[in-house]
């Protein structure tokens, strides 16, 4: 039987990751245990929506010098309230595939207190031709967190003699790209060392660079290709990938790859009841040699120490 600490610390490293990514509109829903970690999601989910708010609503941040990203959640169900078109941004927002989505009822995927609502308001609305209201929800995600939104629904009929459809939709801010679009003079000069410059880095590889980071990071567990087939992967070449990851994040992407597993390592060892083998299992070491000398060499003292 899975541990139910070990899948509250799951749900807060994705809700962080989520956070650096910049995708504030996550929260975690609270349980009815009295310790550390219930504590730490309350604060967590404070501390996210202070930050959230002041990217949506600009309260401390200027709004001509932040760029804002729209992710749209958006999905038409029938008459019974089953999903037969969605967006990809919803796939995105709710951490699913389309084929875990279409076909289901709407909600599987929502609270316990969000489906009763539902089912109440929801059963008054469909009994009229066209209507529309706004509803509270809580859906939860693929990965256990909560995404909470008043919701847009609007329900209609068919022109194509299909029958009666319900649009469900809203709308969800982060924070965006940290770099415009389109200005050359924006352009990242990447260097090799003092020499003169290489590589000139456009928004658009700036944004591949960010792809890989992402990947690296919600990959901690699996093996990374060679960085010729990853630039190939990516739409870009070795050396642009090379040197334009290491002017970005001050690190080369091997070192920022181990530097992450120790971390996360780091965290589930003293936060979790994994034995050392499963961590190192989940972090992607090949050995407990390789992962202890590693360790030690970053944190001053083997995993077993820090667990004792």
């Not at 700036?206 to 992402?214: A, F, K, L, N, T």
């Not at 070491?285 to 667990?307: C, I, V, W």
Request: glycine share 6%.
């Amino acid at each position: 039987m899975p541990n139910s600490d070990d899948f509250r610390v799951k749900r807060i490293q994705r809700m962080l990751l989520e956070m650096a990514k910049g995708n504030f509109f996550y929260s975690i829903e609270p349980s009815d245990k009295n310790d550390n970690i219930a504590s730490l999601v309350v604060m967590l989910n404070m501390v996210n929506e202070e930050i959230g708010a002041a990217f949506i609503h600009q309260g401390f941040a200027n709004a001509h010098h932040t760029p804002q990203c729209v992710i749209q959640l958006s999905m038409i169900l029938d008459g019974n309230g089953y999903i037969e078109l969605l967006t990809n941004g919803t796939c995105s927002l709710l951490s699913y595939p389309p084929k875990d989505l279409f076909g289901k009822h709407i909600s599987e995927f929502m609270t316990e207190r969000s489906r009763e609502k539902w089912n109440k308001k929801m059963s008054k609305h469909l009994k009229q031709e066209r209507s529309e209201t706004v509803l509270f929800l809580e859906f939860i995600t693929n990965d256990g967190l909560l995404l909470a939104k008043d919701c847009q629904i609007s329900v209609y009929q068919a022109l194509d003699g299909s029958g009666q459809k319900t649009l469900l939709n809203s709308v969800f801010f982060s924070k965006g790209e940290p770099f415009e679009t389109g200005l050359p003079k924006n352009k990242l000069k990447v260097t090799k060392g003092i020499k003169e410059h290489k590589v000139t880095l456009t928004p658009e590889d700036i944004q591949i660079i960010r792809d890989v980071h992402d990947m690296i990071i919600n990959n901690l567990d699996k093996d990374l290709p060679t960085l010729q087939d990853l630039a190939r992967q990516k739409g870009t070449n070795e050396y642009k990938l090379k040197y334009g990851f290491k002017q970005i994040y001050g690190t080369t992407i091997f070192r920022f790859l181990i530097r992450e597993r120790l971390r996360m390592a780091r965290t589930l060892i003293q936060h979790s009841t994994l034995t050392i083998k499963q961590i190192i299992q989940m972090t992607g070491f090949k050995s407990k040699t390789h992962f202890s000398r590693a360790f030690k060499d970053k944190y001053g003292m083997s995993p077993t120490d820090l667990r004792s």
